[in-house]
């Protein structure tokens, strides 16, 4: 099965270290130079300047955070909201997301499920398997639940909540549709038949336009935050009257 390469940045970036080849990227070649300003030892040699870089290249060298963040990825989250999940700085996660798994690369649904089938396959972690499993099937709502620590509140749709629930009973009867009526997937199925029953009217009822106007404002005011970052870098001395 032919696999689409959502990593080949890394990959490239791999090869160039090895050779002693710098790459042309202007992102890869800032990574190259960080790692090749190692110490002796090989450590990395973090200063205020590359600190976010070497955070980024740390991701990727662990195993178990790398495939945690590939979930997210897969699961459909937006950097923002892997960022808010796991605590991580949002330009970090950009940086991971541009390094690792690059969203771009694939052309359609059909190609990330294939990625997310092979993920799950070469992924050395049972736990971490599910995280990619379930996160693809559910959500970034499932990701937020699992990553919820202590009394940490985890922000929720109503919408996606029931939607869920839907999904998941539909998928429980379609598992069950050929089985015999005593056995135990044409139970389980049957439970979630009451839940689903349950569900329907409580989903078309829901009204989640506040949610979405809040979501709306956010996007706003971070892109207000960012044109007046801009405006600060203009040298007044260049405008033209």
Known sequence: MSVVQPDARWKELCEAVETDTPPKDSFLLTLYSVIKDADDEGNLVETEENGKLIYTLRLVQNIHHRYSLIAYFISGATPTQIAESLGIDEEIVEMFGALIIDMAAFRNKLELRDYALHVEETCPDEAIKLEIKCGYLYGPNYLNIFWKHGNEEV?????DVTKSILLL???????????????????????WNGQMLRAIPVHNNIDDSEDLMEEALVAIKKREEEREGERELVDPSKIVH
């Open 169 to 191: 009973g539909y998928e429980k009867g379609m598992v069950a549709r050929n089985a015999p009526i005593d056995s135990a997937a044409s139970k389980e199925a049957l439970k």
């Open 155 to 159: 922000r929720l749709r109503e919408k």
